[in-house]
């Protein structure tokens, strides 16, 4: 590789720095993460004598799960925060999917 060439790779390379900051930027002023993935699992109160305790769960629930500190932990999502957590963690997978453009 000449001295051209070298110019040229490292000129691209810090336009495409600056183009991931400004919209690393973007993302991070204007949009809310929620890292982790959503399924639904059937719920268990754990209240004595309730069915659930006799092997019959109550309706399934909207649950995330990710990785603490090396542990996957899931958190039951109330009803009414649904369209809001489902909205946090596609915004996080969008955010994913730009950053793996610029890596
Ligand atoms: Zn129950």
Known sequence: MNDSEASQLRLKASRLISERQRMEKGLMEHQRFLRGS???RPKFCGKPGCKCT?????????CLSR?????VRQIFIRTADHERVVSQVVNALKASLILLVYV
């Open 54 to 62: 006799k092997g019959q769960p109550h309706p399934p629930g909207l």
């Open 67 to 71: 990785l603490v500190n090396g542990t």
């Open 38 to 40: 959503l399924l639904e």
